[in-house]
């Protein structure tokens, strides 16, 4: 993968599909029709119009076969490798690829692209990449309905007095901590939101629709079929230029994943719009809960202090620790064990109270509110986050079992039902001989 674009330089690429190439071999679906082997092996859905020139006039189109030579819109075409002399395949290898075929098929079929390089090599990974034309992304998003802002908006009134006063001063405190992430909104303006329709133009902006391939393509990774599935990232994630020029990506890198900005707050819309909403709420959830830990860990650190400050006045760390009373223990095990002296387990006793003394029981009350604290305090995030998202009117998808446990499910019972059938041929075949051998 050398760059974000198809090789016509106009299309970006969305998704990549990677596995590993193991034979050669060259496999069509339809049609006999063999293609040049400098030729990039490149599925299309038919869109783009026929070539005649040369094979490099037909890389710089994105179209990897001719018109002619296609035996349909849907065709596809997946050159693994040189045709002559080349070894058959294994039968595993063979329907990997079979399925392959067929999965790709079904992605022309629903109007993505998708580009293939030529494979020279005997081993190694292979790269599919996949575009989704602005059209596809139409239809799918008006079909999940996906809700988009609009320009109408209207501002939210603040609260006046006090509040208000409280509000500012705790902004301008908060200052020094915020993430320097540019075009951040922090007004007041709240945009309205309306399931995406392709009748209305003023929509402006527009989810990923890869969610439901990512469901998908996980049942093949787990077969085996795919190595790995992944959109790509927005460029490199070191600045090069300017400041302002920064994109997503590097934005995130320089003020939220790094050591050096532990004390900032983090660019959470940033974070949603880059990874998505699943991602973005849980490391809200985790921001909120290393915040209120702060309090947890002070008063922590206070009882810490209390234990260590009384623990040369605490008369049974004291008791213990003296060797002139001269504490004679029983052993602690029959036979082996000898008699031992109290003073020997001094250390412990002064360490215990380190952490076990009488403020230990305000830690206790405390950590109990401070629970309650917590789980209200997210419950309100949550519930923010939600309305500034638009997720107030989605339900959550139910858990499915994970592909790859489904997969073992599925090869675990294939093994017992060929052993079941093994067993019982051989009890036909021993029954068999007792009944020629009682006839003879």
Known sequence: MDNLYFCDGLRKVDYVLVFHHRRHGSLRCTGTASVSQDQLSIVSNGNFPPT????????RQGAGLRREEAASVGEVFMELGMA????PMEAADHEMHLIRQEFEANLLEAGLEVERDRETKTHGPSFTRIHAPWPV???????????????????????SGFGSSMSSVWRKL??????????????????????FSRDKLHITALLSVFSPLTRGIS?????GVYDAAFPLHDGDFKVTGHLEERNDRQVLFEEWARYSAFYKYQPIDLVRKYFGEKIGLYFAWLGVYTQLLIPASIVGIIVFGYGVATVDTNIPSLEMCDERLNFTMCPLCDGACDYWHLSTACGTARASHLFDNPATVFFAIFMSLWAVLFLE??????ISLSFSWDLTGIEEDEEHPRPKYETILLEKRQRKQQ?????????NEVGTL???????
Do not use: M
């Not at 005649?52 to 890389?59: E, M, V």
């Not at 305090?377 to 949550?382: A, D, F, I, L």
């Open 84 to 87: 002559r002399g080349s070894e």
């Open 52 to 59: 005649s020139g040369s094979s490099d006039a037909a890389a």
């Open 434 to 440: 007792k009944h020629d051998w009682k006839r003879n």
């Open 377 to 382: 305090h997210w419950k309100r995030r949550q």
């Open 419 to 427: 052993q079941k059938k093994k067993k019982k041929k051989k009890k």
């Open 137 to 159: 992304l139409c239809r799918e998003a008006e079909f999940l309905k996906i809700k988009v802002p609009t320009k109408q908006s209207y501002e939210l009134r603040e609260e």
């Open 174 to 195: 908060k200052q020094p901590f915020e993430p320097k992430v540019p075009h951040q909104d922090h007004g007041s303006t709240k945009f309205l939101s309306h399931c």
């Open 219 to 223: 049942t093949l990774i787990a077969k």
